[in-house]
């Protein structure tokens, strides 16, 4: 195919299955300069690839965009092992796995297409997993349910009217207008994969990422309007707490490297006692400065820190790989 055509492809099989609108230079950003199929993206000639290369060329990409769990386009089989904590020889041999493979795929393909055989499919599955199969059988269901979902070669209708431009995360000041989010789980995905992106992210989705975590958490969540907030990001009560009150913490949010300086953390003082909080915290990319931890520990200010191995924390809790935008809604009894 021209190679026009193999990005157009890619676009269509990863952007969809997870849910961004890729352009080639968002492919060639996430795949990376020395990835074996950048060439085949930017050749503008004509290229040539076997089908189990461009199933990895897609498997690679979904991995590197947090909508996958490893690269590549594994087997049924092996995401079944995984799935049970399996090695190939501890519970089932090479034989085994293979009939495996072979009715899961029958069964992938009967489900997809809402065939009312695969009924006897499913059965002859639970007899191939013998005296395991009650422990077992959830983790082949998961291991066929991601197979649909990420294997480029499982046709199925996917809804493309809600996908979203990866660059919004790094230029876009706008949030998610659903109620109840504020941050898109797209993009939680792919900044858990790719945490060095934080440091790039726009200062207003930053803000989203830190209310998201919080009202995932239990509080309930007020953010700022962004620009002339007064210095206040978020304002947060415990649930059991009235928003006509005061709020328990008010939270200021940096996306900086350089590390928060105590004028910043003074001013966020003033801001506690303004507001009548509780405490404070600072939300950064970075750290808080060791001129700025004496302050807080010589005057008692009620002042915490989240740092940037907090936020990387915060994004693997909140990660829902391959569960952002596909929906398997083809229930299995």
């Not at 461009?54 to 087997?75: E, H, I, S």
């Not at 959830?138 to 649909?148: H, K, N, R, S, V």
């Not at 928003?243 to 949010?253: A, D, E, L």
């Not at 004028?263 to 404070?280: H, N, P, Q, R, W």
Request: aromatic residues 10%.
């Amino acid at each position: 195919m021209p190679s026009e055509a193999f990005v157009r492809s890619l676009s269509e099989d990863a952007g969809c299955r997870s849910g961004f609108a890729l352009g080639e230079a968002d492919i060639v950003e996430c795949l990376g300069s020395g990835h074996r199929f950048v060439k085949e993206v930017t050749a503008r000639e004509v290229v040539r690839l076997a089908s189990d290369d461009y199933a990895d060329a897609v498997g690679d990409l979904l991995f590197a965009l947090g909508a996958a769990r490893t690269p590549g386009m594994p087997p049924l089989s092996r995401r079944f092992l995984w799935n049970i904590g399996q090695e190939l020889g501890e519970g089932l041999d090479l034989f085994q796995l293979m009939k495996i493979e072979a009715v899961g795929r029958e069964f992938a393909r009967r489900k997809l297409a809402r065939d009312d055989s695969q009924a006897e499919v499913l059965e002859e599955l639970r007899l191939l997993l013998g005296a395991n199969e009650v422990a077992w059988f959830p983790g082949l269901l998961t291991a066929i349910d991601e197979e649909i979902g990420i294997n480029p070669f499982y046709v199925r209708q996917i809804v493309k009217s809600d996908l979203i431009l990866l660059r919004d995360l790094f230029q876009s000041e706008s949030l998610p207008s659903d109620e109840g989010r504020f941050f898109d789980q797209r993009f939680i995905d792919y900044l858990n994969r790719n945490p060095e992106k934080l440091f790039e992210m726009n200062w207003r989705q930053f803000e989203g990422l830190a209310a998201e975590w919080f009202q995932r958490n239990g509080y309930t969540v007020e953010l700022g309007p962004g620009r002339n907030d007064g210095g206040v990001d978020l304002r947060i009560w415990k649930d059991d707490l009235s928003q006509s009150g005061p709020p328990t913490v008010i939270v200021q949010c940096k996306r900086y490297k350089e590390k928060i300086d105590r004028v910043t953390v003074k001013a966020l003082y003033s801001d506690l006692i303004f507001e009548g909080a509780t405490g404070a915290m600072v939300v950064t990319t970075s750290d808080i400065s060791r001129g700025a931890k004496k302050d807080i520990e010589a005057r008692e200010y009620p002042i915490t820190t989240a740092n940037l191995e907090t936020v990387t924390t915060w994004l693997s809790e909140m990660r829902r790989p391959g569960n952002g935008f596909l929906n398997f809604d083809d229930s299995t009894q």
